[in-house]
Nanobody, 129 residues
Framework: VQLQAYGGGLVQTGGSLRLSCAASGPPFGGNYAMAWFRQGPGKEREFVAAISYGGGSTYYADSVKGQFTISRDNALDTMSLQMNKLKPEDTAIYYC??????????????????????WGQGTLVTVSS
């Protein structure tokens, strides 16, 4: 599976962006959970949001809860992240990721980067103040 994230760009504080992640290679439909992580300047990579393999459950970092919305289209093997009310601290490279096993993950595993073995190249989001 290859992942490609896109949709990043420069936006002013309070603006919105929609990131997308397209999967290519063996179609995996709704068999795998998917997630977004980000890495800001001088920071470690951190969990942002995840969605279960069927799309019925979503998980968010406290810092983005109520601000970001994750979704997926299993027919198209795509995932999106709608980001609203962006703040300068949201500036980061955003990565999409897929784990190495099918089906559900535990509540804690969704947030662990080591669970994910397939990563996109990242898309840069810059929020100006």
């Amino acid at each position: 599976v290859q992942l490609q994230a896109y949709g990043g760009g420069l936006v002013q504080t309070g603006g919105s962006l929609r990131l997308s992640c397209a999967a290519s290679g063996p179609p995996f439909g709704g068999n795998y959970a998917m997630a977004w992580f980000r890495q800001g300047p001088g920071k470690e990579r951190e969990f942002v949001a995840a969605i279960s393999y069927g799309g019925g459950s979503t998980y968010y970092a406290d810092s983005v809860k109520g601000q970001f919305t994750i979704s997926r289209d299993n027919a198209l093997d795509t995932m999106s992240l709608q980001m609203n009310k962006l703040k300068p601290e949201d500036t980061a490279i955003y990565y999409c990721a897929v784990p190495n096993r099918r089906g559900p993950l535990s509540f804690s595993d969704y947030r662990l980067s080591r669970v994910y073995t397939h990563w996109g190249q990242g898309t840069l989001v810059t929020v100006s103040s």
